[in-house]
């Protein structure tokens, strides 16, 4: 499969943004997507961008994307203690294949 | 509102066991998918199904089979329960690729909820 790539871990003060960093090796990818996971939790879609697409916000979301880096960021303005998850990036060419990354565990300190 | 469950949450079984993980979805999706995932290591995908009694080998099958019989079920079999097999097991479905935004498009992935298996 293709190799997708996350930091495990980040901790961030509640009340600070959080930046969470994905790096991919398929340059065909059509869709790239972030994921967040609860705790005990199955994957629950957060966002995603096309791959003509710079940047997308979504309200305390944004996604950064560096096509010619292959490089995704998420980035979470205001985190509070309840975006404490597991967050993986995800990429797709056709939707029938997805790519996952390992999933960076972020915990926010009250 | 779209929905994937699984059947069991938790599940202890032991070695040697036949072990059948279920997995339902609503949303009359042609694609079915199941990982496993292990803290370090992400999802791995370990079969997937584009369409009822279809089925393709994922990254790593080994030790396992799956059949789908009905569109909208698609089950996980562990033929001989061995320990390196616990693990978090998700199910996630998507429609075949076609226009319009992701979040309408059916070719997101939509995940269940997980199964915790433990073998002893």
């Known amino acids: 499969g293709e190799d997708v790539e996350q930091s495990l871990f980040l901790s961030v003060r509640e009340g600070d943004s959080s930046v969470i960093n994905c790096t991919y090796t398929?340059?065909?990818?059509?869709?790239l997507y972030w994921y967040k996971q609860e705790p005990g939790a199955g994957l629950q879609l957060l966002t995603y961008?096309?791959?003509?697409?710079d940047m997308k916000q979504d309200q305390r979301l944004t996604v950064l994307l560096n096509k010619k880096d292959k490089h995704l960021s998420l980035r979470i303005a205001d985190t509070q203690t309840g975006d404490s998850a597991i967050y993986f990036c995800a990429e797709s060419m056709t939707g029938n294949q997805f790519y996952f990354g390992t999933g960076t565990s972020l915990t926010v300190i009250p | 509102d779209v929905k994937v469950t699984q059947s069991s949450r938790y599940l202890v079984k032991r070695t040697g066991e036949k072990v059948f993980l279920e997995c339902v979805q609503d949303?009359?999706?042609?694609?079915m998918f199941w990982y496993r995932q292990d803290p370090g290591l992400g999802l791995r995908l370990i079969y997937f199904s584009y369409d009822v009694k279809m089925k393709e080998k994922g990254d790593i099958p080994e030790g396992y089979s799956v059949s789908r019989e009905k569109k909208e079920r698609f089950s996980l079999i562990l033929e001989s329960a061995s320990t390196n097999q616990t693990s978090m097991y998700l199910c996630a479905s998507s429609s075949i690729a076609g226009t319009g935004l992701p979040s309408t498009r059916t070719d997101t992935q939509y995940f269940g909820p997980g199964t915790r298996l433990t073998v002893l």
């Open positions: 961008i096309f791959s003509n697409m």
């Open positions: 949303m009359d999706h042609e694609n």
């Open positions: 398929d340059s065909s990818s059509t869709y």
